[in-house]
């Protein structure tokens, strides 16, 4: 191996005071030589982070317990704080996952970037802006002369994570970490800036440092990858050998954990517990309470270290015997049939709605219509599953504020049951239908007990009275896999996941019908999303409860629901049931949106499709059919000018466009002709 | 877990004060009032710890003697002024659009009016008695509280777990009250304790301009306005009061901290 720029060996980082230390990093060791990209994989509290701000020299409030790390063989830790200023502008850049908190919100876009620009490499003003525009230009920002003028906040997420990168390349680093870069993102979204990082490094030369707790995006951009578990290196090596051939059960759980598009199951894999309290680590191999394969040596001696192959490496006692394949977790089952002639309970049809924006110019106020749904129609039969899918922006949102009546919806009706909904509606209503939010930490008041919480609604809705009350709760509790033990817990005192499983107790708690999940694993880690998803499944046996599925990953939205409807600017474009949506006839945005979801198969699934730009601003919706802004498929004028038809293919399914089904069917099911290069971003559509 | 030394510091303080309004006349070396005409305008001294002034009262007595008009005016008053700020500004941040848009003009038209000036004229209208100090000071810091409640209610009120209640169908009030309010506790505490140690200052400058406490009452400010004509000489005079008016605002402040680590979030032990 060539001198590698950046050395880690023997890496320990603690957190906290002198009588309590929690020591989030245990000897780390691994090395990136120049141009390469790193992943480091591992779920929240893996201690990913830390190491990332250990290399950065600014840990704040930890403290570096032994170890080293060498970048260009000059010890980090040794460094003086000066030098360590002038290593992160230069030498070492960093992109956080959060774009707008790395952006001054009181800087024009221009001004940020040429800032770095002036106070690393010492050039005018004049030419720092320059040097910015070709940067922006670099990171396939449209406009960047126009764009350089204008604030962060007025960038869409992906834009802004672009200027975030053009800043980190403004010094010409030799080395980029980059934190879970894109996942606050879209799906669309993040393959456009997981292209992007591919291209740039290979066109720049940069080494990354790519952090991420999704196997699936780490595959697109790595050469080799670590996998962190609760701050112990578990495995590394190459990016195929790892996840063609995992050898430690840890990883093997991760994979099995993430839905593929591919491979429907009825279960997903999920890793059973949860990180271990790092104060009171398990004897033996810190994995071993969690590990399907555990044994009994597993919790007695530490596992060394063994290399299975050149370059591989694995801590597992048993890295050579683990079986190749990944296990299903069960049989595929196949798919429930939806019985004919179901009365729908939720019926919502034509539904229009409009937030108003006022503009002021002066004294002369202007007020303008925001449509967020524009005319949609969906129908949810008792005991099933309909998803939503949809970028941000599509209107998914204020579908479910206005089903649950948080909204009120400006035309057009809803139906539950037979009985018109409006935003003012009963109590007694409102039990039949709850919501589950999509941000765990908001959606409970952090003051109130897990008990409180979950007993609300039985209070409310006058379920249970007394004593009964107490025993519901821990019925639920249960039913949520969280256990008694809970009930006197407050909210901060729950990781993620354990707080979306209170939120889901408290929604089954008003014994409702039916059961809005807005995008309820989106902020979560992906072991703990598999767990998520199979107990909202069980409850709905177990209850019978529909489900209306908010979200933007169409793996997840594979596994869990019946039929899909596809929004877009808050018109559904497609709409069938799921296995069929995901073969080919599709819309061209269903198509783009399957085209970007990250996948750790090494199989391709054909073309790569990218879709240009963001959604539009819906104030100004697009005349004709609204997709035509972006759409890879688009035909001409015809698309600009005429809303599309709605084209019928088979039972059920529906698509809303101008191109007749066997011609769709012929453009999707093309191979692929053009290299895997990524389009570079720009305002008009590029293919055909 | 033992107790941190500054909440320590500040129960202790705590304590202290409470003593002081509960014992202040009976520790006291002489009755507030009482004449030495033989020791006027003494130094700090054995006998006057902290001096005396131009009748030759005893500057300790008198302070221990004003602590409890002065302290219990600043308490009552601050908690006026947040027991009326707290509703509106709930009100206003939570329900919002129009409802707010008045309430918060109201407001803003009685911010408009200085302090002290809209102080005095309540009192002056209303006859200088300590319950009108009382009533006056609390509409002073009745905008003040509320729009510092507002500000946060506006931003709980988008957060999903008020959603939440909404779409369960809650009443406004078991949100308001239920929801909203443990969470905007906090604020109120720090917000009650930075508005005692205004209050005394308030109280004080009523006093100065002759429209609050009036004399023979040891309050402390009256006692800084009596002094100051004695400055060059008697310096201390001004100085003891200032100081126990200094380090009843710095303790409070301790207190108001130690109180809002008290009711900030649950379970809010942060690890890093």
């Known amino acids: 191996m060539t001198q590698p720029l950046l050395d880690i060996a023997g890496l320990a980082v603690s957190y906290g005071t002198t009588n309590r230390r929690v020591p989030a990093v245990r000897n780390v060791s691994f090395a990136i030589a120049p141009g390469e990209a790193y992943g480091l994989i591992g779920e929240s509290g893996s201690g990913k982070t830390t190491i990332a701000f250990a290399v950065m020299g600014h840990l704040n409030g930890g403290r570096v317990d032994a170890g080293r790390i060498l970048f260009r063989d000059r010890d980090i830790l040794a460094l003086s704080p000066q030098e360590l200023a002038s290593l992160r502008g230069r030498s070492i850049a960093m992109v956080y996952q959060d774009p707008l908190s790395s952006l001054n919100p009181t800087l024009r876009v221009g001004e940020q970037v040429a800032e770095g620009i002036r106070h690393h490499r010492g050039l005018s003003h004049r030419a720092a802006a320059a040097e910015a525009a070709s940067l922006l230009d670099q990171v396939h920002l449209p406009d960047p002369a126009r764009l350089m003028l204008r604030y962060p906040h007025e960038l869409s997420g992906g834009q802004q994570q672009r200027v975030v990168i053009a800043m980190a390349l403004a010094c010409r680093p030799q080395l980029l970490i980059m ?16 292209d992007l990082v591919a291209e740039l490094r290979s066109a720049l030369g940069v080494a990354i440092l790519f952090i991420s707790h999704n196997l699936g995006v780490v595959r697109r951009v790595c050469d080799r990858i670590g996998v962190l578990y609760a701050g112990e290196l578990m495995e590394e090596g190459r990016t195929e050998k790892v996840l063609q051939r995992p050898r430690h059960p840890y990883t093997r759980s991760l994979l099995r954990s993430i839905p593929e598009i591919g491979r429907r199951s009825e279960r997903l894999a999920s890793i059973a517990g949860s990180l271990p309290d790092l104060t009171s680590l398990p004897s ?26 050149p370059g591989h490496i694995s801590r597992c006692h048993f890295a050579r015997d683990l079986p190749d394949a990944l296990a299903e977790d069960t049989a595929s089952a196949s798919m429930k049939d939806l019985p004919e002639g179901r009365k729908p309970l939720l019926r919502v049809v034509d539904l229009e709605m409009h937030y108003v924006r006022s503009r002021r110019f002066g004294p002369f106020g202007r007020t303008i219509r925001v449509p967020a749904l524009s005319g949609v129609g969906i129908e949810v039969a008792a005991g099933e599953t309909l998803a939503i899918v949809g970028e941000s922006g599509s209107g998914k949102s204020t579908l479910a504020r206005c089903i649950v009546g948080l909204a009120a919806p400006t035309g057009g009706s809803i139906e539950f049951e037979g009985t018109p909904l409006t935003a003012t509606r009963p109590r007694a209503t409102r039990r039949d239908i709850q919501i589950i939010f999509q941000n765990p930490e908001a959606a409970l008041n952090p003051f109130h007990t897990v008990a409180e919480i979950i007993a609300r609604p039985l209070r409310l809705y006058g379920l249970r009275e007394g004593p009964a009350i107490r025993q519901r709760v821990i019925e639920l509790l249960d039913a949520v896999k969280l256990g008694e033990r809970f009930s006197t817990h407050y909210p901060r005192e729950l990781s993620g996941g354990e707080k979306q499983r209170v939120s889901i107790a408290r929604a089954f708690a008003a014994e409702p019908r039916l059961v809005i999940c807005d995008e309820p694993t989106s902020a979560l880690d992906i072991s703990v999303q598999a767990a998520l998803l199979n107990e909202l499944k069980e409850l709905q046996r177990r209850y019978g409860t529909s489900y209306l599925f908010i979200s933007h990953d169409l793996s997840v939205v594979r596994h869990i629901a019946e039929r899909v409807a596809v929004m877009y600017l808050g018109l559904i474009l497609e709409t069938g049931p799921t296995a069929e949506v995901f073969q080919p006839p599709h819309h ?16 391709d699934r054909g073309p790569v499709l990218r879709l240009q730009g963001s ?17 890879p498929r688009k035909l001409g004028r015809v698309c600009e000018t005429d809303a599309p038809p709605w084209r019928h293919t088979s039972a059920g399914r529906a698509y809303a466009c101008h191109i007749p089904p066997e011609d769709l069917l012929a453009l999707q099911q093309q191979p692929t002709t053009e290299t895997d290069r990524p389009l570079p971003e720009m305002e008009e559509p590029h293919e055909r | 877990m033992a107790m941190p030394k500054q909440s320590r510091g500040a129960l202790l303080f705590l304590l202290t004060v409470i003593l002081l309004i509960a014992l202040g006349p009976w520790i006291a070396p002489y009755p507030a009032t009482e004449f ?9 001294g054995t006998t006057y710890l902290l001096g005396t002034d131009e009748f ?6 008198r302070i221990l003697w004003g602590a409890r008009p002065t302290l219990l005016l600043a308490l009552a008053s601050a908690g006026l002024g947040v027991l009326l700020g707290t509703p509106t500004g709930l009100i206003a941040g939570y329900f919002g659009g129009r409802l707010d848009e008045i309430l918060m003009r109201v407001m803003d038209v009685l911010m408009s009016f200085p302090a002290l000036i809209l102080a005095m004229l309540i009192v002056v209208m209303m006859g200088p008695n300590p319950v009108n100090v009382v009533l006056a000071i609390g509409v002073v810091f009745w905008p003040r509280s509320a729009r510092l409640v507002r500000s946060v209610s506006q931003d709980l009120a988008r957060r999903e777990f008020i959603e939440a209640a909404k779409a369960r169908g809650e009443a406004h009030v078991f949100i308001l009250g239920r929801e909203l309010l443990p969470n905007v506790l906090s604020i109120l505490v720090v917000d009650f304790t930075l508005r005692v140690a205004a209050a005394i200052l308030l109280t004080a400058s009523l006093s100065y301009l002759g429209v609050g406490v009036v004399p023979p009452t040891p309050a402390w400010g009256l006692m800084v306005r009596d002094g100051q004509q004695f400055l060059q000489n008697a310096p201390w005079l001004v100085l003891f009061p200032c100081l126990a008016i200094a380090l009843v605002s710095v303790g409070t402040v301790l207190v108001g901290d130690y109180l809002r680590r008290r009711v900030a979030v649950p379970g809010g032990e942060r690890i890093a």
């Open chain 1, 615 to 631: 959604v539009p601003d819906p104030a100004n919706p697009p005349a004709g059919c609204v997709f035509h802004t972006r759409c």
């Open chain 2, 56 to 61: 030759g009262r005893d500057v300790l007595s």
């Open chain 1, 588 to 603: 061209p945005y269903t198509e783009a949106l399957i085209s970007a979801v990250p996948t750790v198969s090494p199989v």
């Open chain 1, 179 to 194: 934190d879970e870069p894109t996942t606050g993102l879209d799906v669309t979204t993040e393959a456009v800036i997981l």
């Open chain 2, 36 to 44: 030495h005409s033989r020791h006027i305008l003494e130094g700090p």
């Open chain 1, 284 to 309: 033996g191999c810190i994995f071993h309470p969690r590990c399907p394969e555990a044994r009994d040596i597993c919790a007695s001696a530490a596992p060394p270290v063994e290399e299975v192959e």
